[in-house]
């Protein structure tokens, strides 16, 4: 569609007859038409922000993984996109109509760590609400079956009597790297030997078992602070998890023009836009 301005003639059917040199604009014409692609320069930029905006917040993430909790499912230095619109729901009348559902035992979920600076974790789901939960020698048992769990590891050089025999019975068998709001209120959850999930809440562990502090350690992660599910690697880069342990504009600045410089070297192009499972 043409857009009429003042700089832009309309088509005539006979030549125009030429204009006398005095009566011929000097600038205006051309800086009008430099303020309008400003200005729809401008315009265009906004909408773009805005649209990045509203997708960062309502629909996807980008996340990076900085320990190894969760190996080998995903690596330090795993660079994820995060689904936030899947877990959207809070009961409202048109959750009906959008594509919202329930966390699912067994999915990988991203949430705001119960305490402290509220950082986000990466877990499993374990045990949804209602759930009756306990561990055995390293056997985890979900209302009484034994669960089949193919993505966990076990170190054999690591025995944690707390961690492998879950929950304890009494608060003797409480460690000392267990949250002390965890302590005193997880008797309150146990029946029969079992851990009772509560009401919009969900029993998160690591796949690499040994070495994750996860609900056992900490508690239960609340519905409210769960930022959304992992869809994709769409990157990966070979690091150490002390390369991000520096959490300040300046550590992370530097991590990633490291990152950028080494780019080639440190890429694992194997696990380039692997789904997340």
Not at 67 to 79: F, K, Q, R
Not at 154 to 169: C, E, L, Q
Not at 262 to 275: E, I, K, Q, Y
Request: glycine share 6%; charged share 25%.
């Amino acid at each position: 569609m043409i857009r009429v301005t003042p700089e832009t003639p309309l088509p005539a059917e006979t030549p125009a007859r030429p204009v006398p040199a005095a009566l011929e604009p000097r600038q205006p014409r051309r800086k009008r038409r430099e303020g309008a692609s400003l200005r729809e320069y401008a315009e265009s930029l906004l909408v773009t922000v805005l649209l990045a905006l509203f997708g960062t917040s309502f629909v996807v993430q980008a996340f990076k993984i900085p320990s190894p909790s969760m190996e080998p499912t995903l690596l330090v230095g795993d660079h994820l996109l995060v689904n936030k619109f899947v877990y959207g729901g809070r009961g409202a009348w048109y959750d009906r109509l959008l594509p919202y559902r329930d966390i699912q035992r067994g999915e990988v979920i991203v949430f705001k760590f119960p305490f402290d600076d509220h950082a986000h974790y990466v877990k499993r789901v374990i045990a949804v609400p209602g759930d009756r939960l306990k561990i055995i020698d390293q056997q985890v048992f979900v209302n009484g079956k034994p669960l089949d769990e193919p993505y966990k590891v076990h170190d054999p050089a690591v025995y944690d009597p707390y961690g492998d025999n879950f929950p304890p019975t009494d608060r003797f068998f409480l460690r000392r790297n267990v949250r002390s709001e965890w302590s005193e209120d997880l008797l309150h959850h146990v029946q029969r030997n079992e851990l009772v999930v509560p009401p919009q809440k969900y029993f998160v562990m690591g796949d690499n078992r040994d070495h994750s502090w996860d609900s056992r350690y900490w508690g239960f992660v609340d519905r409210e602070a769960v930022m959304g599910r992992p869809v994709i690697i769409y990157w990966s880069v070979d690091a150490t998890s002390d390369e991000y342990a520096d959490r300040t504009l300046r550590g992370r600045l530097v991590g990633l023009a490291d990152a950028f410089t080494r780019l080639p070297v440190r890429t694992r192009w194997a696990r380039m836009f692997r789904s997340v499972r």
